[in-house]
C-alpha cells in the first residue's frame, strides 16, 4: 500500500489554513474531508469556525492530536507548523499543492515525519471516497 492510501486510512485530520471563506481551497479541502467521514480539526489563528465547526489557533490547541496535519498555508507559516508537529509527535504531513518547499521538506526529514505532497481532494475522489 502506498503512503497516500495509507495516510487516508488514518481518520483524525487537521487542515491549517482552514478558512471560513468559501472560495478558498483551505474551506474547500476541509468540506471535502468532513464530508468524506473524517475527524476533522479546522486550525487558522484568524478564523473562529468554519461549517460550524470551531476553529483553533494552532496544533496544540486542538482536542486530540491529528493522525495526520494537511498543509493549506504558505511555506513561511509551514516551519512552524511542522516543528509543532515534531512537538507533539504527529508523523504524517500532507502538503497541498503551493504548500511545501525544499526547507520544509529538509524539515520534515530531519523530524523523521511522513510526507505527501498531492491535493487530497483529487485522492479521495479517486479512492472513492
Known sequence: MDIISKMLELKTWAVVGAT???NK???KIFKTLLEAGYEVYPVNPGVKEVLGIQCYSSLSELPVVPQ???MVVSPAIGEKVIKEC???GIQNIWFQPG???QNLISLCEQFNLNVVKACVMVEIRQQGG
Open 99 to 101: 504548500a511545501s518547499s
Open 86 to 88: 515534531g512537538e507533539l
Open 25 to 27: 481551497f483551505g474551506f
Open 68 to 70: 495526520v496535519v494537511d
Open 20 to 22: 471560513d471563506n468559501q
